[in-house]
């Protein structure tokens, strides 16, 4: 336990995490030599934290949770109520982070928009736009529920699930995050981590979680990009040395923007439909991976937000955000089954897009430039670790 | 014949059509009071003209066509070969008459890119970026063969098409553009007129044209929206009267983006599937609305291109733009077709987008502003005329 607790801190502090507000219990003061107080949390209850962990730190949430914190107290063995928690505390952690870095260069402040479904449930909307250090940042939080509509049923269907009738209900939980930095020399960043129930008419039940992280830059710094894959890798590692391996191929298939055989970014991890070995094992693996996200990107940003950079990196910049947007309009899955549900709320949808991009006829970038080796990257993905 | 051609001739004068390079034949020149010289071109053989009248302009085509010209010329009666000679007249027409406007400012000239097809035929991409007057206008024809992918086929089949058989052979030519201006005051412009032919394993084979022209403003000037469908509505009457308010509808209804309730711009006409009452007077028909092109737009580019604008109107502009990447990108049946075709160029496809976007979180125009009148206008499409 004390070895699990000090490898946890060296991890920690070699990555230099965010000071997020958290519960007392799981707070560790730090003096960094040459840094101030740098503040670190972790867990004292092993992978995935006690049972009420999550709901401990809910003095430092955005806001209130959709489900009222007494009934999630109360019902802290339901999954539902474990998951909300977990999201409302990752959303919270990471929304101080950036805050934080943004502050520190008399930037902005996140807005927190708090928001209803008519049919069920509803979310909390995080955004800092046109800030110092980030252009455009969401972190939205969504806790639905209701029946699938058809289109929803018939996606999951053609994924394997089990839908008897017409009536499916169902239920889903999830913290999903964009990251447009202004200076071309970070990278944006996305994750999105979630919990889907669904019952058919019959009774029969069938629960998953889904989820990843990745990482798109303009300009290729492998070692940032190996600073990334290792944080995920120790996250997936931790409880299956299999899923790094498994989970970052599955990334580069799927954020593909197949009309120009280019992947979005330099890939990360990305899984879905995982249910095994239990449910409880599923819930640690998944909160191990949001809490990876912020040891994997906030050095990046520390490291690069104070470069200089010239109009043709930013224009480089503008071009890449355009084909961000092609992935995330053409073939991203959720965006897709987002706006094609009735009462969902595009704002939060389309908040993934970034405050300002471009297209240009027939852009390419010159043989042996830094651009030009990006790209190739993105055409031919590659183990980084 | 005297009639109708005078009516023609005050039609396009009222209008101030282009000074497109066309067969001498068929040129007037007209001496404007207070204005310079205008040549004005229109058919002497009546609606749709001669059976070789758009080849009689080969000279003034932007690039050698797809097929070679003496086929063209040898098989002027083939519909497949007047459909190539009509939409190469109207790219060089219009691409003439825009760079005359982009000139005038001491702008910039269409770049011109003939690209091959693997699969069978080709195109002619024309493209003029960051210019003084346009931002990026692209007109393309293209001219392509084949078998139809299992997925156009599924769409066909779902719009009624009887297709027998794996292996249909298909044949498609079309002229589409979409034109961003600089300024804010110049609406986006956008049309394409296209031919099609399947031909099923069994023999049988079909036929029909599909097409439209439509404008998407920044800010309501209903004088230009007027101006804009009058030239529509004066293309489709002569044809037959019942034409303009059934594919003004079409219009309205196609470019929804329907997850923000918003039209994408304020309409025009659009149409598909039209193969009535013959091939001939569908050509007819189709032509006329190609011709009407120039003179429902032009003369709004040349009533604002010298209109000031202040940072926020740009910005506005912006934003707009964000909302056509959403149509065109999601939506947008051609584009989706285009980029799931095998082989498909989708540099072409794509020229569609504007050079610079913008996307800003709940961005909602100050009530009564000239911003919060166009959106309403955008929710609640209205009758011009």
């Not at 949430?61 to 977990?86: F, G, H």
């Not at 990471?94 to 502050?103: G, S």
């Not at 909307?125 to 940042?137: H, R, S, Y």
Request: glycine share 8%; charged share 30%; aromatic share 12%.
């Amino acid at each position: 336990m004390l070895r699990q607790c000090l490898q946890t801190f060296l991890r920690l502090a070699s990555t230099r995490a965010s000071q997020a507000p958290v519960n007392k219990t799981h707070k560790f003061y730090v003096k960094l030599i040459g840094g101030g107080t740098v503040l670190y949390q972790f867990s004292l209850f092993g992978l995935g934290g006690s049972r009420t962990y999550d709901m401990d730190s809910a003095d430092s949430w955005m806001a209130k949770p959709i489900t009222d914190l007494e009934y999630l107290k109360e019902n802290s063995q339901d999954m539902k109520c474990r998951v909300e928690a977990l999201i409302m505390r990752i959303q919270a952690e990471f929304c101080h982070a950036l805050e934080k870095e943004e502050q520190q260069e008399g930037g902005k402040k996140f807005i927190v928009d708090k928001w209803d479904r008519e049919q069920g449930g509803g979310g909390i909307t995080c955004v800092l736009q046109d800030g110092t250090v980030f252009e455009k940042a969401g972190v939205n939080v969504s806790v639905v529920s209701g029946f699938l509509p058809p289109s929803a049923m018939q996606q999951m269907r053609a994924r394997g699930k089990k839908l008897e009738g017409d009536k499916v209900k169902f239920f889903a939980a999830g913290v999903s995050s964009v990251i447009h930095p202004k200076n071309p020399h970070i990278p944006t960043v996305h994750f999105n981590y979630r919990y889907f129930e669904v019952e058919s008419e019959n009774g029969e039940k069938q629960w998953w979680f889904g989820g990843g992280t990745d990482l798109t830059p303009n300009f290729l710094e492998e070692e940032d990009v190996v600073l990334f894959h290792k944080a995920l890798k120790k996250a997936c590692d931790r409880h299956d040395k299999q899923l790094y391996p498994k989970y970052k191929k599955w990334c580069d298939d799927y954020f593909h923007v197949k009309h120009r055989g280019e992947r979005r970014g330099v890939g990360g991890i990305f899984f879905d439909d995982v249910d095994e070995p239990s449910a409880d094992k599923c819930f640690d693996f998944v909160t191990s991976c949001a809490e990876s996200v912020i040891p994997s990107y906030l050095p990046i940003v520390q490291k690069h937000k104070k470069d200089t950079y010239s109009y043709k990196e930013r224009e480089w910049q503008l071009l890449r955000r355009g084909r961000y947007v092609e992935f995330n309009l053409i073939y991203d899955r959720g965006t897709k089954f987002g706006l094609y549900t009735p009462g969902a709320r595009f704002e939060s949808i389309l908040m993934s897009l970034p405050l300002n991009a471009r297209w240009e006829y027939m852009h390419k970038p010159a043989p042996g430039s830094r651009e030009a080796k990006l790209v190739e990257v993105l055409k031919n993905p590659k183990d980084w670790i």
